[in-house]
């Protein structure tokens, strides 16, 4: 297949974050630097909770992949594709993670990018639950990962899986038990005539090696590791890709980041590991939750996150949002995007957040803003925005000499300039 004359590149860096297309992202990266290659991109399914918590970023990243149908969806996937190989080393593997609605279109595309006989396994990730009676077809409950390796040159470590005593009675019907009350079974000896007792017991002290079917549950509700994210994908699932396919040190990459199960599972296993995502709530979420699971002093970097005040003022606005009140005043945002009664979230010491992407704010949204954190009987509210008028801070004086509540009104600019200043950047 020709290849394309790539961008000028990077030196490759791991610990890193990158906040936008991933096809940009990747062209920027030099080849044959890449170990290990998961990625969950978005199904040609239509389903709204592809998006991350529904906010308006991906929207727009992924709403023209609808216009055409498949063939556009095909087409995006295989420019993607095609960087993807190239970073892979020689040793390297993909596993790419789809469902029925596109994944032999994808797996064409595979064959044609990777080539036939780099494709290895089509594993079934089967996520059983209860299952419900349908007139017209059987339950889904798998989806499908394609698994390809660069060359044949590729590797495969052994990965092996605990036995249950009942997964291992249910195939065998000829259990039997001896004098001293153990379990045993017959096994073919290989010749005719020739068996070997087999003690159940024994067998279920060892583990057996992986099939392309994995019964691995989807993450319930209650799950320690679950984040809201609505395809978040069980760690389990990963820990087993992440063994098969790389050695601790080696460089695993997720093009399509979401929750950052990936990466998460890859710091723990000792991996080194490269991130990306299109929307800025993933990228944050993504690095708080590596940040718990680093022994050593570090810090996560997000390239590409939007602070300019055009990019600012361009952004949709739950993101905007989430952008100032998470990453700039280290807080926490209302997953509600509307009824808040002006109140939008919450700064690190817990003080009511509006956030309004406009210029000129003034007396009547200080006002409604003063009613919202009376209600919540705090002292200290924050208002942020472009720029206020006048009679906004007429208001806030009026509003702390008559009743002791502070309403400070801060401007998108200053917080830049804060954001930099803790970052060591002029």
């Known amino acids: 297949m020709p290849e394309k004359k790539a961008k000028s590149q990077e030196e490759l860096r791991t610990g890193i974050i990158y906040c936008g297309d991933n096809l940009d992202v990747m062209s920027r990266l030099p080849a044959e630097s890449i170990d290990l290659n998961y990625i969950d991109p978005p199904f040609f399914s239509n389903r709204q909770h592809e998006v991350i918590w529904g906010n308006g970023a991906e929207l727009r990243a992924f709403g023209d992949r609808w216009k055409g149908g498949i063939n556009v969806y095909v087409q995006w996937m295989k420019e993607r594709l095609f960087e993807m190989h190239r970073l892979l080393k020689p040793t390297g593997s993909i596993y790419v993670h789809l469902d029925w609605h596109a994944v032999h279109y994808i797996k064409c595309e595979m064959d044609d990018t990777f080539g036939m006989s780099n494709f290895r396994n089509e594993i079934i990730w089967h996520y059983g639950q209860r299952t419900a009676f349908h007139k017209r077809h ?30 291992f009675l249910a195939h065998r019907h000829d259990v039997k038990i001896d004098k001293d009350g153990r379990e045993f079974i017959w096994t073919d000896g290989g010749k005719p005539g020739v068996r070997y007792k087999r003690f159940v017991d024994e067998v279920l002290s060892k583990k057996k090696p992986i099939d392309t079917v994995w019964d ?4 319930n509700s209650a799950a320690k590791e679950r984040l809201g994210y609505p395809t978040q994908k069980p760690e389990a699932l990963l820990e087993r890709i992440i063994n098969a396919s790389s050695n601790k040190g080696e460089v695993v990459a997720d093009f399509f980041m979401g929750g950052g199960t990936t990466l998460a599972v890859a710091e723990r296993l000792e991996r080194r590991w490269i991130g990306c995502d299109v929307s800025p709530i993933a990228c944050r979420d993504t690095r708080r939750r590596v940040k718990k699971l680093i022994k050593e002093e570090r810090d996560i970097e997000i390239i590409g996150m939007p602070h300019g005040l055009d990019e600012l003022k361009a952004m949709d606005p739950f993101e905007f949002q989430n952008q100032v009140i998470v990453d700039m005043l280290h807080g926490t945002c209302s997953r509600k995007k509307s009824d808040d009664h002006g109140i939008d979230g919450h700064d690190f010491g817990r003080n009511p957040v509006e956030v309004k992407q406009s210029e000129h704010v003034g007396r009547p949204v ?3 803003f003063h009613s919202a954190v009376r209600s919540e009987k705090r002292k200290k509210g924050i208002i942020v925005a472009f720029s206020f008028a006048k009679t906004a801070y007429e208001e806030v004086a009026r509003i702390k000499l008559d009743e002791g509540i502070e309403i400070e009104l801060l401007t998108i600019q200053e917080l830049i300039a804060d954001h930099y200043r803790r970052m060591g950047r002029k």
Do not use: C, G, M
């Open 216 to 219: 691995i549950p989807l993450l």
């Open 366 to 368: 200080v006002q409604k």
């Open 138 to 167: 059987f339950s889904k409950k798998h989806d499908d990962i394609l698994f390809y390796s660069k060359s044949n040159k590729s590797r495969l470590n052994p990965v092996a899986v605990e036995w249950t005593k009942d997964e």
